[in-house]
């Protein structure tokens, strides 16, 4: 599965940016689409999951103000940010597992928010 993430920028406190993650693979095909996000010098964390029928789980710090959803038509994923802090600076990673359970990442896009 390949998949590509864009959307990422630089953007100002309380600010909005709508990642997409567009994936090779049919979402039929698709159990489970994740954005993780990674800060310089941490770990990378999750951020949001949905699931094949569209259950959703937020990290504590998102809650409230990001928003995943996916569409199939179009085999792609969204994370809409809004009310953006600088601490949700980091490079922001599309992930998704198959049924079969296969892992897929993509490269990652930069999300910058000024102070």
């Known amino acids: 599965v390949q998949l590509q993430a864009s959307g990422g920028g630089l953007v100002q406190t309380g600010g909005s940016l709508r990642l997409s993650c567009e994936t090779s693979?049919?979402?039929?095909?698709?159990?489970?689409f994740g954005w993780y996000r990674q800060a310089p010098g941490k770990e990378r964390e999750l951020v949001a999951i949905i699931s094949s029928g569209g259950i959703t789980t937020y990290a504590d710090s998102v809650k409230g103000r990001f928003t995943v959803s996916r569409d199939n038509a179009k085999n792609t994923m969204y994370l809409q940010m809004n009310s953006l802090k600088p601490e949700d600076t980091a490079v922001y990673y599309c992930?998704?597992?198959?049924?079969?359970?296969?892992?897929?990442w993509g490269k990652g896009t930069q999300v910058t928010v000024s102070s």
């Open positions: 992930q998704t597992q198959t049924w079969s359970g296969v892992n897929s």
């Open positions: 693979e049919s979402t039929f095909r698709i159990a489970r």
